[in-house]
Every structure is written in C-alpha cells, then in structure tokens.
C-alpha cells in the first residue's frame, strides 16, 4: 500500500512541472499576441488620424483593450502567484512525505499518523489543482475578450475603409463638377462677350456721329454735359434723345441674349474733383454721380428696358480716366458710363 501511494505521489511530481511549463507557454503567448495587438492598434490609429468620428469611436475601443490589458495583467501575476505557492505547496507536501516515509520506516506505530498527514496533504492538493482549473478559465475568458476585440477593431477598420472610399469617390465627383462648371462659365461669358460686341457695335452706328459719346475699354462713356445741366440730375431734352437711341439698341439685343445668361447693364456716375458748393442741391459729388446714376437707370425703365437688367453705381471723382485739374481732364471724368455685364 505505502509503495502504491508512493508511485502516486511520484506521478503527481512529474505532472505538475509540464502543467507550470505549458501555462507559463501560455501566458506568454497571450503576452505576445498582446504586444502584436498593441502594435497593430498604433498602426491603425496613425492611419485613421484623419477620420475624427471613428477615431473617436476607436479610442474608445483601445481604452477599453487597455483595461482589458490591465485586467489580464493583474490575473497573469494572480496566476503566477498562484503557480508560484503551489509549487511551494508541493515542496511543502514532498518533505512532508519524505518525513512520513521516515517514520514509516522507523516503526509501524507512526503509520495511522502519517496516512492522516498524508489524506490532508493530498485534500490541500487537490484543492489547489481546483484552484489552477479556475485560474484556466479566467485566462480562456481573457482570450474569448481578445478575440472579439479583434473581431471589433476588424470591423472599424473595415468601416474605415469603406468610407475613405466614399471620400475618394466624392472628392472625384467635386473635382468633375468643378471642371464642368468652369467649361460652362467659360462658354457663358465668351457669350456675353459676343453679345456685349455686338451691342457695342450697334451703339457704334447710332451715335456715331457724336464726339462726346466714346468707348474706354469695355465701357460705352457719354460726358456729363451731353446729358445733364452742370451740378444737376435732371435729364436735358438731348440726354434724353440720346438714352433712347441707347434703349432702342439695347431693346434689339436683349430677345438675342439667352435667358440662362445672368446679365446686367451697370450704369456708373463720375464727377470731377471739384468739391459741390455747400448750401446746394447735393451735399457732395457722391451725391451727385449717385442721383445722375438712378435719372440714367429710371429713365431706360421708362423706354421699356427691363428694370432688372439695369443697376446704378456712383462713384464721385475717385475713379478719373484722366489725370490733372485742367479744365479738359475734368470735362473727361465727367461722364456717365454703360458697361454689359454678367451679374
């Protein structure tokens, strides 16, 4: 019987150095794919920096590994605690047989003792052994979280993906319409332009014969003094007859011009520089080029021209086409000016 039990204790000795070893495998295996894990949660958060909403929801995820992390951390070092008093456990327990077969070789008096010894001894094993199979499970329970923290990081990486190329997608999309876009305002003002030639060319031949009726540029220029009385804004009978030939021309081309091109005929008031007397109609040659603007502009409306095809801008003296304070650079920068354009 005492040599049965001794080849019991003798495998129970052998099993428990392979159980130390394959656990230790196995935490440090959990360890490793840890470190891998972490590894790969840096790498997918440089690349997701960008995306803030699922680096939002990401964070999140990595903080929770983390306390997993810390979780398992501490039930590692529990399990190693735990490896680390059974083994001292079983020293504990091997000199105690050692001294049980010593007083079973002394005498068969001492034998009842050293099988009570040996019941209890092997009791506090076996409740040890229950304590690793429960320090197993936590560890299998670590795993199953790990892994369906992966399976969760998979699916925002996947997510991440998905919408890089919706973004991809729709930067394509914008870079398309903006290219398009810009042909069709290409065509629109080339249009214009021909549009705005041939009004021009049309003024050309009805008012030829003026000398103080000119074209600057893009602009069709009338002086001040063939429509209006010095320091006011009262159409003279010749400034009238004028803007009509102006909106009959106008009329003409209007029905041409298509109505998807947003256009507008700005009319502009300038002055000379010299300053209005005080006490008088304006209080200053804002007012002036202003009011001389809006009679141009209400008058066009009353021949027919469509008012919202019509805008008035005055401008004072701040604006001049001719430079110097003589008397014929000034009559210059006193003009009314026409100039088609797209609104």
């Known amino acids: 019987m005492a040599l049965a039990r001794n080849r019991r ?28 894990f972490v590894i790969a949660q840096f790498v997918l958060t440089r690349e997701i920096s960008g995306k803030d909403e699922v680096l939002n929801r990401l964070n999140s995820q990595i903080a929770e590994l983390t306390q997993l992390l810390a979780l398992e951390k501490s039930n590692s070092q529990d399990a190693n605690d735990l490896i680390a008093s059974l083994q001292a456990s079983l020293a504990t327990a091997e000199e105690a047989k050692s001294r049980l077969q010593a007083l079973l070789d002394q005498g068969s008096g001492a034998s009842e003792a050293a099988n009570a010894q040996i019941g209890s001894l092997t009791q506090d094993l076996e409740e040890e052994r229950q304590l690793s199979a429960k320090a197993q499970n936590q560890i299998a329970l670590l795993n199953q979280q790990i892994s369906a923290l992966r399976a969760q990081l998979a699916a925002v990486e996947e997510a991440l993906q998905i919408s890089e190329a919706k973004d991809d997608a729709s930067q394509a999309r914008i870079a398309d319409l903006g290219r398009r876009l810009n042909v069709a305002l290409a065509q629109k003002v080339q249009e214009l332009n021909r549009y705005r030639s041939d009004f021009f060319g049309r003024l050309r031949q009805i008012l030829s014969d003026r000398e103080n009726i000119r074209i600057v540029g893009d602009r069709f220029v009338f002086q001040s003094e063939v429509l209006f009385p010095s320091g006011s804004d009262e159409l003279n009978d010749a400034g009238k007859t004028e803007l009509s030939k102006l909106a009959d021309a106008l009329l003409e081309i ?52 469509p008012p919202n095809r019509l805008v008035a801008a005055g401008f004072a003296e701040y604006q001049p086409i001719a430079e110097g304070d003589s008397p014929e650079a000034r009559a210059q920068n006193r003009r009314i000016e026409f100039k088609l354009t797209e609104r």
Not at 9 to 20: A, H, I, L, T
Not at 26 to 36: D, G, P, R, W
């Open 254 to 305: 209007v029905p041409e011009i298509p109505d998807d091109i947003n256009w507008v005929l700005r009319v502009d008031g300038h002055t000379d520089n010299v300053p209005i007397r005080s006490g008088g109609q304006f209080a200053d040659n804002w007012e002036l080029s202003s009011a001389r603007a809006d009679a141009v502009v209400r008058y066009l409306v009353s021949e027919g021209v």
């Open 9 to 36: 204790s003798n495998r129970g000795v052998d099993y428990w150095p392979g159980f130390v070893d394959a656990l230790s495998t196995l935490l440090l295996a959990i360890m490793f794919l840890l470190t891998v």
